[in-house]
């Protein structure tokens, strides 16, 4: 049984969804110089951002998700960084192909009427 997900760690440029397991682990550890048996779970995307890849790894191995839009995208985050990391609530709305960050984005404090 796949273990809960806490902790996604989502690598923002696109990859090749050809790579596998270990493909993407060691895409992990060169890019990111984690450990993909550190107990987190690494989400990669393809370039037009309508397939994604997950590897968590649950103490005795690893397993590779898939998950494939049938209509529209995922909304992936654009930072500067090769990662970041999403709470398993944002997690779950990326997934469904909901715009998260748009949900949990904060009130803007400079805005006046």
Not at 13 to 19: A, I, K, N, T, Y
Not at 69 to 84: D, M, N, Q, V, Y
């Amino acid at each position: 049984m796949m273990p809960p997900i806490l902790q996604v760690w989502v690598v923002v440029e696109p990859v090749d969804m050809r790579l596998g397991m270990d493909g993407l682990s060691q895409r992990i550890q060169a890019t990111l110089g984690r450990s993909p048996c550190d107990g987190s779970a690494y989400a990669f995307r393809n370039r037009r951002g309508t397939r994604l890849k997950l590897l968590v790894w649950d103490g005795t191995g690893v397993w590779l998700c898939q998950r494939r839009l049938h209509e529209g995208s995922f909304i992936w985050p654009r930072a500067a960084e090769a990662t970041c990391t999403l709470t398993s609530e944002q997690w779950q709305w990326l997934v469904s192909g909901v715009d998260w960050q748009r949900l949990s984005a904060p009130p803007p404090t400079h805005w006046r009427v």
